[in-house]
């Protein structure tokens, strides 16, 4: 059976901001605004564990210069600088002691010091990386690809996701927990887990 969390290990929150979970926003996420209690109930037992809590905020100029490829597909333009859907939702607890990265691609590693942050936090590859956030079919499934390339244990608690189709939310986690066995994971066994940890 798969170790729930092996070594040691952080929570990322990938891109909670209006503009995935507002149902006007740029990209809204089906449950988004429901997933909100459950993270924070998550990185509330995280932060009592000591396991460290990392948010993302995807970001982009106004001057539109950065986008790259993301707008080759369905997405419009999202997370522009000065709008309200760049900002991360005022019901998302964050904390003194955690860490903000702000990133301008759907894997959070990309561009970005989150692998020197973890590693500066002592966890590093062969630990585990818990993952919740928006897009489960974008932002978190990219990210959860790149930290099993990197030879992080992925685990994804899917109560704490939301995707941009139900369809598209189910469809992430089965390619997620075919990359890594025990990449997907329910809230109550990641808490339970969480409970247990001994950093």
């Known amino acids: 059976m798969v170790e729930m969390i092996e070594g040691k290990a952080a929570i990322l929150v990938i891109d909670v901001q209006y503009d995935f979970i507002k149902e006007d926003g740029a990209i809204p996420c089906v449950g988004g605004r429901d997933m909100v209690p459950r993270i924070n109930r998550l990185t509330d037992a995280g932060r009592k564990a000591g396991i460290p809590v990392i ?4 970001f982009h100029r106004k001057e539109k210069i950065d986008f790259g490829r993301e ?3 369905a997405e419009s333009y999202h997370c522009m600088e000065g709008t309200e859907g760049v900002k991360i939702v005022k019901e998302l607890k964050i904390e003194q002691g955690d860490y903000v990265i702000k990133k301008p691609r759907y894997s959070a590693f990309l561009k970005t ?3 020197l942050l973890l590693n500066g936090l ?11 956030g928006d897009a489960t079919n974008v932002c978190v499934h990219y990210t959860s690809a790149e930290a099993h390339q990197r030879d992080y244990r992925i685990r994804v608690v899917e109560e704490c996701c939301a995707g941009t189709s139900l369809e598209e939310h189910e469809a992430s986690l089965t390619a997620i927990e075919y990359l890594q066995a025990g990449g997907r994971v329910k809230l109550e ?11």
Request: proline content about 0%; aromatic content about 6%.
């Open 122 to 132: 002592g966890v590093m590859a062969g630990d585990t990386l818990i993952i919740v």
């Open 55 to 58: 948010f993302t905020q995807e």
């Open 189 to 199: 066994a990641m808490l339970d887990a969480i409970a247990k940890y001994k950093k």
């Open 113 to 115: 010091d989150l692998e």
């Open 71 to 73: 707008l080759d597909g």
